[in-house]
């Protein structure tokens, strides 16, 4: 990656930015790896810093969220097994991990949000089937607790598991919510 960014003008100058040292520093053991997980990219070819958001290949067929994002939970999977087998973590926290759909309230006041609730639960497993293969995962951290400001996009999605009326910040626990609750009260997936 170092010759390829090189050449193509990225890192014009290679790695001359390290100094003496550096790579000492950057090869203290750590205590745990933070992992924030969405979705894949699937890629066809080699692409440029800048075109990297843009270049997706679709994948027809599978499911998406509103963020355009597809569903894989075989991803989390295969990262925290690789992460394991390959660079021996010592501790993984999946710091991250969420989706955006924008269920509202029905007639009844309940957020049915069945694909959100279904999220989790597909992540969870994929955890759950790392941990039986022997990774070390110590923790798994929704995105996010309840529907926010996400950075770029102001509050066009909904990430949380509890739903916000903004006009009158009114807080309702959506379905993914209290699943998350039982999940975590039980110690374990259904």
Same mark, same amino acid.
């Given at each position: 990656?170092?010759?390829?960014?090189?050449?193509?003008?990225?890192?014009?100058?290679?790695?001359?930015?390290?100094?003496?040292?550096?790579?000492?520093?950057?090869?203290?053991?750590?205590?745990?790896?933070?992992?924030?997980?969405?979705?894949?990219?699937?890629?066809?070819?080699?692409?440029?810093?800048?075109?990297?958001?843009?270049?997706?290949?679709?994948?027809?067929?599978?499911?998406?969220?509103?963020?355009?994002?597809?569903?894989?939970?075989?991803?989390?999977?295969?990262?925290?097994?690789?992460? $394991?087998? @390959? =660079?021996?973590?010592? &501790?993984?926290? *999946?710091?991250? %991990? /969420?989706?955006? +759909?924008? !269920?509202?309230?029905?007639?009844?006041?309940?957020?049915?949000?069945?694909?959100?609730?279904?999220?989790?639960?597909?992540?969870?497993?994929?955890?759950?089937?790392?941990?039986?293969?022997?990774?070390?995962?110590?923790?798994?951290?929704?995105?996010?607790?309840?529907?926010?400001?996400?950075?770029?996009?102001?509050?066009?999605?909904?990430?949380?598991?509890? $739903?916000? @009326? =903004?006009?009158?910040? &009114?807080?309702? *626990?959506?379905? %993914? /919510?209290?699943? +998350?609750? !039982?999940?975590?009260?039980?110690?374990?997936?259904?």
């Amino acid at each position: 990656m170092v010759d390829y960014y090189t050449s193509t003008g990225k890192l014009p100058n290679g790695l001359d930015f390290v100094q003496d040292g550096d790579f000492d520093i950057i090869a203290t053991p750590n205590d745990f790896i933070g992992i924030n997980n969405y979705t894949r990219q699937r890629m066809d070819g080699m692409l440029e810093l800048d075109d990297f958001q843009t270049s997706a290949t679709p994948n027809p067929g599978a499911e998406y969220t509103e963020m355009n994002w597809e569903v894989y939970p075989d991803g989390l999977y295969d990262l925290i097994n690789r992460l $394991h087998f @390959d =660079y021996q973590a010592p &501790k993984l926290y *999946i710091t991250e %991990s /969420g989706c955006s +759909y924008g !269920d509202e309230p029905d007639a009844d006041g309940r957020v049915r949000d069945d694909r959100r609730t279904r999220y989790y639960a597909r992540h969870a497993d994929a955890v759950h089937r790392a941990i039986q293969n022997g990774a070390n995962v110590a923790g798994m951290f929704m995105w996010s607790l309840m529907d926010n400001f996400e950075w770029s996009l102001g509050y066009c999605q909904r990430f949380g598991m509890v $739903h916000v @009326d =903004y006009e009158t910040q &009114k807080r309702t *626990i959506k379905d %993914s /919510g209290w699943w +998350y609750k !039982d999940t975590i009260a039980r110690n374990g997936l259904e």
